[in-house]
């Protein structure tokens, strides 16, 4: 079993940065950051391997990134230039195989961290 906890999520203005941060119990090949907006199904943002491959969704390349502490078993998503539709509840997720942004494919998840972009 491995227990993931997010933090970093808060309030921000539209343009401004967050780095969200998850701390996992255990390693394993495949981490990856989801969000959910109200009435909205959840979707994937980044995904990185343990060899390092990562992957992101069309509407944040280039404004977030992912990254992996493998020493203190920490998953990060910088995320820069941030747009009130970024706005929702990431969710940290991690599995043994890699599944991308498909979040039916990841096992564990965490409890959630909210962003709120204001316009």
């Known amino acids: 079993q491995v227990q993931l906890v997010e933090s970093g999520g808060g309030l921000v203005q539209a343009g401004e940065s967050l780095r969200l941060s998850c701390t996992s119990s255990?390693?394993?090949?495949?981490m990856g950051w989801f969000r959910q907006a109200p009435g909205k199904e959840r979707e994937g943002v980044a995904a990185?391997?343990?060899?390092?491959?990562?992957t992101y969704a069309g509407f944040v390349k280039g404004r977030f990134t992912i990254s992996q502490d493998y020493a203190k078993n920490t998953l990060y998503l910088q995320m820069n230039s941030l747009k009130p539709e970024d706005t929702a509840m990431y969710y940290c997720?991690?599995?043994?195989?890699?599944?991308?942004?498909?979040?039916?494919?990841?096992?564990?998840w965490g409890q959630g961290a909210q962003v709120t972009v204001s316009s």
């Open positions: 255990g390693a394993t090949n495949a």
């Open positions: 997720a991690a599995d043994w195989n890699w599944g991308g942004l498909a979040p039916d494919l990841y096992r564990y």
């Open positions: 990185i391997a343990s060899d390092g491959i990562t």
